[in-house]
Protein backbone atom coordinates (compact mmCIF):
# COMPACT_ATOMS: atom_id res chain seq x y z
CA UNK A 1 0.00 0.00 0.00
CA UNK A 2 1.28 3.43 -0.73
CA UNK A 3 0.17 7.21 -0.10
CA UNK A 4 -1.37 8.64 -2.80
CA UNK A 5 -3.52 11.75 -1.45
CA UNK A 6 -1.82 13.03 2.11
CA UNK A 7 -4.55 14.20 4.42
CA UNK A 8 -3.41 18.11 3.96
CA UNK A 9 -4.07 17.76 0.11
CA UNK A 10 -7.49 15.81 0.86
CA UNK A 11 -8.07 19.11 3.65
CA UNK A 12 -7.57 21.75 1.00
CA UNK A 13 -9.54 20.06 -1.63
CA UNK A 14 -12.55 19.54 0.66
CA UNK A 15 -12.20 23.45 1.59
CA UNK A 16 -12.14 24.38 -2.09
CA UNK A 17 -15.38 21.17 -2.82
CA UNK A 18 -16.95 23.35 -0.08
CA UNK A 19 -16.88 26.81 -1.35
CA UNK A 20 -17.84 25.77 -4.76
CA UNK A 21 -21.08 24.34 -3.01
CA UNK A 22 -21.21 27.67 -1.21
CA UNK A 23 -21.31 29.68 -3.96
CA UNK A 24 -23.22 27.51 -6.36
CA UNK A 25 -26.25 26.67 -4.09
CA UNK A 26 -26.19 30.63 -2.52
CA UNK A 27 -30.03 31.27 -2.86
CA UNK A 28 -31.68 27.79 -3.82
CA UNK A 29 -33.06 24.91 -1.36
CA UNK A 30 -30.38 21.82 -0.78
CA UNK A 31 -29.93 18.39 -0.32
CA UNK A 32 -27.22 17.22 -0.20
CA UNK A 33 -27.29 13.19 -0.12
CA UNK A 34 -24.10 11.15 1.00
CA UNK A 35 -23.93 8.12 -0.53
CA UNK A 36 -23.24 5.65 1.81
CA UNK A 37 -20.97 3.75 3.12
CA UNK A 38 -17.96 5.41 1.15
CA UNK A 39 -18.78 8.88 1.63
CA UNK A 40 -19.44 8.97 4.78
CA UNK A 41 -15.97 10.70 6.01
CA UNK A 42 -16.11 13.43 2.75
CA UNK A 43 -19.71 14.25 3.70
CA UNK A 44 -18.91 14.87 7.40
CA UNK A 45 -15.71 17.47 6.34
CA UNK A 46 -18.03 19.10 3.85
CA UNK A 47 -20.75 19.80 5.50
CA UNK A 48 -19.04 21.24 8.51
CA UNK A 49 -17.32 23.83 6.10
CA UNK A 50 -20.49 25.00 4.69
CA UNK A 51 -22.23 28.27 4.93
CA UNK A 52 -25.33 27.84 3.76
CA UNK A 53 -28.73 26.30 4.98
CA UNK A 54 -29.39 22.42 3.94
CA UNK A 55 -31.03 19.30 4.88
CA UNK A 56 -28.76 16.25 4.71
CA UNK A 57 -30.26 13.09 3.70
CA UNK A 58 -28.11 9.18 2.76
CA UNK A 59 -28.53 6.92 0.21
CA UNK A 60 -26.90 3.57 -0.06
CA UNK A 61 -26.15 2.91 -3.35
CA UNK A 62 -23.33 -0.55 -3.54
CA UNK A 63 -21.85 -2.33 -6.60
CA UNK A 64 -18.88 -3.89 -4.98
CA UNK A 65 -19.47 -6.80 -2.78
CA UNK A 66 -17.12 -8.82 -0.57
CA UNK A 67 -13.68 -9.42 -2.26
CA UNK A 68 -14.49 -8.00 -5.31
CA UNK A 69 -12.04 -5.14 -6.67
CA UNK A 70 -14.98 -4.49 -9.94
CA UNK A 71 -18.34 -3.58 -10.08
CA UNK A 72 -21.50 -5.91 -10.16
CA UNK A 73 -24.93 -5.10 -10.31
CA UNK A 74 -26.22 -2.01 -8.81
CA UNK A 75 -28.00 -2.30 -5.17
CA UNK A 76 -29.89 1.53 -4.26
CA UNK A 77 -31.82 1.61 -0.78
CA UNK A 78 -32.84 4.93 -0.25
CA UNK A 79 -34.91 4.04 3.79
CA UNK A 80 -33.36 7.23 4.92
CA UNK A 81 -34.10 9.46 2.02
CA UNK A 82 -35.39 13.13 2.79
CA UNK A 83 -38.57 14.50 1.17
CA UNK A 84 -36.85 16.13 -1.95
CA UNK A 85 -39.41 17.05 -4.51
CA UNK A 86 -38.22 20.79 -5.37
CA UNK A 87 -35.42 20.90 -4.06
CA UNK A 88 -31.93 21.11 -5.25
CA UNK A 89 -30.19 17.52 -5.01
CA UNK A 90 -26.63 17.08 -4.74
CA UNK A 91 -24.95 13.42 -4.08
CA UNK A 92 -21.43 13.34 -2.51
CA UNK A 93 -19.99 10.29 -3.30
CA UNK A 94 -16.43 8.68 -2.74
CA UNK A 95 -15.18 8.01 -6.09
CA UNK A 96 -16.25 7.67 -9.63
CA UNK A 97 -14.94 4.50 -10.93
CA UNK A 98 -17.36 3.62 -14.20
CA UNK A 99 -20.08 6.20 -13.56
CA UNK A 100 -22.75 3.15 -13.22
CA UNK A 101 -23.51 3.95 -9.70
CA UNK A 102 -23.99 7.67 -10.25
CA UNK A 103 -25.85 6.92 -13.40
CA UNK A 104 -28.27 5.18 -11.96
CA UNK A 105 -28.79 7.36 -8.67
CA UNK A 106 -30.27 10.04 -11.08
CA UNK A 107 -32.27 7.34 -12.68
CA UNK A 108 -33.58 6.86 -9.53
CA UNK A 109 -34.19 10.32 -8.24
CA UNK A 110 -35.65 11.89 -11.46
CA UNK A 111 -39.54 10.63 -10.67
CA UNK A 112 -39.09 12.00 -7.29
CA UNK A 113 -39.26 15.24 -8.79
CA UNK A 114 -36.32 17.21 -7.56
CA UNK A 115 -35.53 20.72 -8.87
CA UNK A 116 -32.08 19.89 -10.28
CA UNK A 117 -29.27 17.18 -9.46
CA UNK A 118 -25.92 17.48 -9.25
CA UNK A 119 -22.92 15.62 -8.12
CA UNK A 120 -19.85 15.88 -6.30
CA UNK A 121 -17.06 13.52 -5.89
CA UNK A 122 -13.85 13.20 -4.15
CA UNK A 123 -12.14 10.94 -6.49
CA UNK A 124 -12.62 10.18 -10.39
CA UNK A 125 -10.54 7.11 -11.84
CA UNK A 126 -9.76 7.85 -14.93
CA UNK A 127 -9.71 5.76 -17.90
CA UNK A 128 -12.71 3.90 -16.64
CA UNK A 129 -15.76 5.45 -17.21
CA UNK A 130 -18.78 3.17 -19.26
CA UNK A 131 -21.49 6.31 -19.21
CA UNK A 132 -21.82 9.65 -20.68
CA UNK A 133 -22.46 11.08 -17.39
CA UNK A 134 -19.50 13.22 -15.42
CA UNK A 135 -19.36 14.23 -11.51
CA UNK A 136 -20.30 18.29 -11.63
CA UNK A 137 -17.51 18.42 -8.71
CA UNK A 138 -14.19 16.54 -8.81
CA UNK A 139 -11.67 17.15 -5.89
CA UNK A 140 -9.05 15.10 -7.54
CA UNK A 141 -8.62 12.54 -10.46
CA UNK A 142 -6.53 9.35 -9.60
CA UNK A 143 -5.08 6.38 -11.98
CA UNK A 144 -6.57 3.34 -12.19
CA UNK A 145 -6.20 1.84 -9.06
CA UNK A 146 -7.94 0.16 -6.47
CA UNK A 147 -7.82 2.93 -3.58
CA UNK A 148 -8.52 2.73 0.32
CA UNK A 149 -8.72 5.35 3.08
CA UNK A 150 -11.18 8.32 4.14
CA UNK A 151 -13.78 6.47 3.63
CA UNK A 152 -13.01 3.91 1.19
CA UNK A 153 -12.52 0.33 1.95
CA UNK A 154 -11.62 -3.25 0.68
CA UNK A 155 -13.66 -5.67 2.70
CA UNK A 156 -14.37 -2.97 5.62
CA UNK A 157 -10.66 -2.57 6.09
CA UNK A 158 -8.62 1.27 5.52
CA UNK A 159 -11.65 3.54 5.60
CA UNK A 160 -10.44 5.02 8.91
CA UNK A 161 -7.09 6.17 7.26
CA UNK A 162 -6.79 10.05 7.36
CA UNK A 163 -5.17 9.45 3.46
CA UNK A 164 -5.76 7.74 0.30
CA UNK A 165 -3.84 4.71 -0.40
CA UNK A 166 -3.57 2.99 -3.58
CA UNK A 167 -3.41 -1.07 -2.29
CA UNK A 168 -1.29 -3.19 -3.77
CA UNK A 169 -1.69 -6.93 -5.17
CA UNK A 170 -0.08 -8.28 -1.75
CA UNK A 171 -2.28 -5.84 0.26
CA UNK A 172 -5.34 -7.59 -1.65
CA UNK A 173 -4.22 -10.87 -1.23
CA UNK A 174 -4.18 -11.15 2.33
CA UNK A 175 -7.60 -10.60 3.06
CA UNK A 176 -8.54 -13.49 0.43
CA UNK A 177 -10.48 -16.63 1.99
Given at each position: ???LI????IR?????L???I???????????????T????L???V?????????V??I??????????S?????I????????RGR???????????G?T????Y??????E?????????????GR????LE???V?F????V???????DYR???????????????DI?????
Amino acid sequence: MYELISAEQIRQGVAQLAAAIDDYYRQKPLTLLGVMTGSLVLVADVIRQLEIPLQVGVIQARSYRGAATSPGELAIHDGELPHVRGRHVLLVDDIYDTGRTLAGLYDHLRPLEPASIRSAVLLRKQGRQQVPLEPDYVVFDIPDVFVVGYGLDYRDHYRHLSYVAALDPQDIEQFQE
